[in-house]
């Protein structure tokens, strides 16, 4: 399993920002894409984002298109998403992963592990 952890979440107001963190732990994300997903109470998990190996393709679920934007640092082996315009229903706890490629539909269920994640609450 390629361990990644998940941080930058926290509570914030309607129309605020926040940025999380997805450090990769004992390997280098350089060939990884790094995926997205979040839960949030009583849901199923769903993805938000997902961006590739090199940073030149991201793909972005539509409820957050336009608001949230994946970037990375290989140098500081750390993906970003930045989370513009929050919503109280971008409430939930937010998880990364580190897979082969993005694929162009993200289904929670095709993967089997998953850190602790970072919650993100949006709330005035």
């Known amino acids: 399993q390629l361990h990644v952890v998940e941080s930058g979440g926290g509570l914030v107001q309607p129309g605020g920002s926040l940025r999380l963190s997805c450090a990769a732990s004992?390997?280098?994300?350089?060939?990884?894409?790094i995926v997205w997903f979040r839960q949030a109470p009583g849901k199923e998990r769903e993805g938000v984002s997902c961006?590739?190996?090199?940073?030149?393709?991201?793909n972005y679920a539509d409820s957050v298109k336009g608001r949230f934007t994946s970037s990375r640092d290989n140098a500081k082996n750390t993906v970003y998403l930045q989370m513009n315009s929050l919503k109280p229903e971008d409430t939930a706890v937010y998880y990364c992963?580190?897979?082969?490629?993005?694929?162009?539909?993200?289904?929670?269920?095709?993967?089997?592990?998953w850190g602790q994640g970072t919650q993100v609450t949006v709330s005035s």
């Open positions: 961006i590739g190996a090199l940073g030149d393709s991201t």
């Open positions: 992963l580190a897979i082969p490629a993005c694929p162009k539909t993200l289904i929670a269920s095709l993967y089997d592990y």
């Open positions: 004992g390997f280098t994300l350089d060939y990884y894409a």
